[in-house]
């Protein structure tokens, strides 16, 4: 009997104490072109590279991240930013974070319906603007350095809007609160 209950007192410290911590966050967006331009007397490589970043989110900075969500979402048509669920199934509420950086991606590999991601129609997150459409190809994918100008997530600025077309749509996004 005495295993039993120590058994229940240690899986409840254990669920008691469950929670996540984001290690270490790191944003690399990167388009490099090497370019060999040959006219007349020229003949000189030329590396396009100037729009390359890469951004580490630490604690302490303007970068300070504090929540993950990431999805493959297969059905539904909205993301509510203040209804989510985190890596440990757990409910995970956004309200007054900003989104930092986000990914959106279609996994499909074969499909032929694009996805459209656009300003929620009840209570939109401004993720691009007031309005915005975003439609993503079979095997597309789109990164959003959104530093920390976004607003912050409330009851008025809350949901992204999707539609699937039978694929599925993967998201990241990190969020802070500075």
Request: glycine residues 6%; contains cysteine.
């Amino acid at each position: 009997m005495k295993k039993i209950i120590y058994a229940i007192l240690i899986l409840i410290a254990i669920i008691a104490t469950a929670a996540t911590t984001i290690n270490n966050s790191r944003l690399v967006s990167q388009l490099t072109v090497n370019e060999q331009i040959v006219s007349g007397q020229i003949n000189q490589a030329v590396n396009h590279s100037a729009l390359n970043e890469v951004i580490n989110y630490r604690a302490g900075t303007d970068y300070e991240p504090s929540h993950v969500y990431s999805a493959q979402l297969t059905s539904g048509t909205s993301i509510d930013l203040t209804s989510l669920t985190n890596t440990l199934g757990e409910a995970l509420d956004l309200t007054g974070e900003r989104i930092l950086a986000i990914k959106f991606k279609n996994s499909s590999k074969t499909g032929t319906g694009a996805i459209n991601i656009t300003q929620g129609s009840v209570n939109p997150y401004p993720l691009l603007g007031s309005t915005y459409s975003i439609t993503l190809k079979p095997k597309q994918s789109i990164l959003f350095n959104c530093d920390t100008a976004l607003t912050a997530v409330s009851a008025s600025a809350l949901s992204i809007d999707y539609t699937l077309n039978s694929d599925t749509l993967e998201v990241l996004l990190l969020t802070g609160v500075n």
